[in-house]
């Protein structure tokens, strides 16, 4: 079995470095940087939300927190990590983030719904924030939260559950549809007849 990645990993030195320099407060802001594209990096974030590092995981929160940190989705569909110096291609086989935790308020138009990511961003869904729903293997509802930058929570299965049971039956375009409300708007699941 191999080790963890560490420091003295050459490219986690280098990504290290070039984000040494930067306020420890809030995102960096990746979507003003435009390094050049240095290729890929055997990274990857597996479908349970594990990051691994030249296929071993990367066991320490505070790393994985500092490269979500510095993701980005690019016009051609592809996360990259960005730093002021350079930009890697890194493998996600589902979702960047996993959302983890939920706290509902209220109901109705007014309900309130947020969530904790497993790198622990706070998301509120909104207008910035939707919801999406896809169909996974067997015809299982996946359940997505905007997060950032294009970017992407899979809803944990068992907060899915919880996420449907908020579901409601509403018209849109003379069709009824199955559709959660929260942060003002109405988030479709999918038409009431194949509910």
């Known amino acids: 079995m191999s080790a963890e990645p560490s ?5 986690l030195r280098r990504l290290g470095a070039a984000l040494s320099h930067l306020p420890k407060r809030g995102l960096p802001p990746v979507e003003r940087w435009d390094p050049p594209d240095c290729g890929a990096i055997d990274m990857r974030i597996a479908a349970d939300g594990t990051w691994f590092h030249d296929g071993t995981p990367i066991r320490r929160p505070k790393l994985v927190k500092l490269f979500a940190s510095i993701l980005r989705r690019e016009p051609d ?11 890697l291609g890194i493998t996600v086989e589902d979702a960047a983030f996993l959302a983890v935790e939920m706290a509902v308020d209220g109901d109705g138009n007014g309900r309130r719904i947020s969530f ?9 869904v909104d207008a910035e924030h939707p919801l999406r729903f896809a169909q996974g293997e067997a015809g299982a509802l996946k359940p997505y939260l905007h997060v950032r ?10 907060l899915a ?7 409601e039956e509403r018209e849109i375009d003379g069709a009824s549809w199955l559709g959660i409300a929260a942060g003002g708007l109405f988030h479709p699941i999918a038409p009431a007849e194949a509910a």
Do not use: F, H, S
Request: charged residues 25%.
């Open 161 to 167: 559950y919880d996420l449907v049971a908020l579901g």
């Open 149 to 158: 930058r294009g970017l992407w929570a899979l809803v944990t299965r068992a």
């Open 7 to 11: 420091e003295t990993d050459p490219t």
């Open 116 to 124: 904790r990511t497993n790198v622990d961003d706070l998301v509120p």
């Open 77 to 87: 569909g592809r996360i990259v990590l960005v730093t002021p110096v350079e930009k």
